[in-house]
């Protein structure tokens, strides 16, 4: 980092007196810094931690945030307020730019709980809504740290001082030695009270209810709290789905999904219908005669076609030109495939990226359908509340540019325990032992990320 440059060119900056924040960014493009390190660097601000990794490399975003200086947060959520909320924050704050090659790529992180209306004490640490605008943004995709800071406590040299101080410190750091968690119990909560909803499920659904996702949870507990830098460590290697790592306040909740609710870059919406499902298999012939099934099997296909269809007739409304493709594709992640269609939309003028969230999620892949009467069906009858297991997570620009994952694959860690999720698409063809056995193989991605190789022996009915 030329730290003679920004020394020069700090002394030229004229401080906006009718903004509230000023935001400034730094190239670390010389500098070989990973996310893993910067988290690690900053442990003492643990609770006001972020990381955000697209899925696939090149990753469309890789972003770590620290430090959350401004929160929108709502018990409720409102598309058109939250759109105002957004645009005058941005608009309070005073971009300087040092004549980077590199464009800032300042956004905030956040996303809302499954479902309003829950509320458990568990979940307390996290708001229904709430977008973070955290002061440090280290975008490992741009090579650029960017800070944020209010006008009023402002130290411009001290924050050179500062970056300098980081951008050497953090390259050199090693997160070293571990602690791998050691479990001492895990137990699956309400398998045979699940079982009885999915077959009670499978009865109640008609003509008029289609489909309900229902889910269930898994309890680890460890001896001591767990070390978070295993965590991102283990986070790190898998590249091929979304990396999600979210502090607040005490809690920590973490997926490693491969489901995007969408992407908006410019004008074009992207988003993917993936429901439908099939274990993966060690034995290389049966694993290529399960993605066969799974592409031809009638059920799978009925419930991903929910899944497109809702998607694509909810995009009529923010878009006149939709494209998909007929046929679902195979997409692979962590111990399991699914059925994926890939949809792409032009976005017609000016739509408020809340509404498109507040319209899409959730949505039958996590939801069901008619969505109102499968979201009431869920909170009603699940067994604990979602929190944001399977809620929409990720980054909004200024310029709108966005991307929300569907937190998948997850857990609540807080404490010395880890609360796991995972659910499965009921339709009037379902049968309760293979659904069940579907769920084991989705709490497989963070059973791994803990170490534990071992189903619970426990069930706590
Ligand atoms: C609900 C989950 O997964 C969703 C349900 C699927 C299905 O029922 O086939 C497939 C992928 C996801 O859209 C989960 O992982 O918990």
Not at 255 to 276: C, D, M, N, Q, V
Request: proline content about 2%; cysteine-free; hydrophobic content about 35%.
């Amino acid at each position: 980092m030329d730290i003679k440059f920004y020394r020069e060119a700090i002394q030229k900056i004229k401080i906006n007196g009718d903004k509230k924040y000023i935001s400034m960014h730094f190239s670390f493009g010389d500098s070989n810094l990973e996310p893993t390190q910067v988290l690690h660097y900053f442990d003492a601000q643990k609770g006001q931690r972020y990381w955000y990794r697209s899925k696939n490399a090149p990753h469309t975003y890789n972003k770590v945030g620290i430090q959350y200086i401004k929160s929108i947060s709502r018990s409720k959520f409102d598309d058109e307020q939250l759109q105002e909320n957004k645009d005058k924050l941005f608009n309070s704050i005073q971009h300087v730019d040092f004549g980077n090659e590199n464009k800032s790529s300042l956004s905030l992180f956040g996303g809302m709980k499954f479902a309003a209306e829950e509320t458990t004490d568990e979940w307390n640490d996290f708001n229904v809504v709430s977008f973070h605008l955290a002061k440090y943004q280290f975008d490992f995709v741009n090579k650029v740290l960017i800070i944020t800071d209010k006008i009023k406590n402002v130290d411009l040299d001290k924050i050179l001082d500062e970056v300098h101080e980081m951008s050497t410190t953090i390259a050199k750091t090693k997160i070293g030695a571990v602690t791998v968690p050691e479990i001492t119990r895990s137990k699956d909560l309400f398998v045979k009270g699940w079982k009885e909803l999915v077959r009670e499920t499978i009865d109640r659904l008609d003509d008029d209810f289609v489909k309900v996702v229902l889910s269930r949870q898994r309890l680890i507990m460890f001896k001591q709290e767990i070390d978070t830098n295993y965590i991102f460590e283990q986070l790190d290697h898998d590249t091929q789905n979304y990396t999600i790592y979210f502090e607040n306040h005490g809690a920590i909740f973490v997926s490693k999904t491969p489901e995007r609710l969408y992407e908006i870059k410019g004008k074009t919406l992207f988003t993917s219908a993936i429901a439908g499902s099939i274990a993966k298999d060690t034995d290389a012939s049966q694993d290529k005669k399960n993605q066969d099934i799974l592409l031809h099997d009638e059920k799978n296909k009925y419930e991903h076609q929910l899944v497109a269809d809702e998607i694509v007739h909810h995009l009529n409304e923010f878009s006149d030109e939709v494209q998909y493709s007929e046929m679902p594709k195979i997409l692979a992640s962590n111990f399991i495939y699914h059925l994926e269609t890939d949809i792409e939309a032009k976005l017609k003028k000016d739509v408020n990226i809340f509404s498109i969230l507040e319209r899409f999620h959730p949505t039958p892949a996590t939801g069901g359908l008619p969505k109102d009467v499968a979201m009431e069906y869920i909170v009603k009858k699940e067994f604990g509340a979602r929190g944001l297991y399977a809620a929409p997570l990720g980054l909004i620009h200024e310029d709108n540019d966005a991307e929300f994952a569907v937190a998948l694959r997850s857990m609540f860690i807080r404490d010395r325990s880890a609360t796991l999720y995972a659910g499965v698409g009921i339709v009037k063809e379902s049968e309760v032992e293979s659904e069940l056995e579907e769920t084991h193989v989705k709490f497989k991605p963070m059973m791994d990320l803990l170490g534990v190789n071992d189903e619970p022996q426990d069930t706590v009915d």
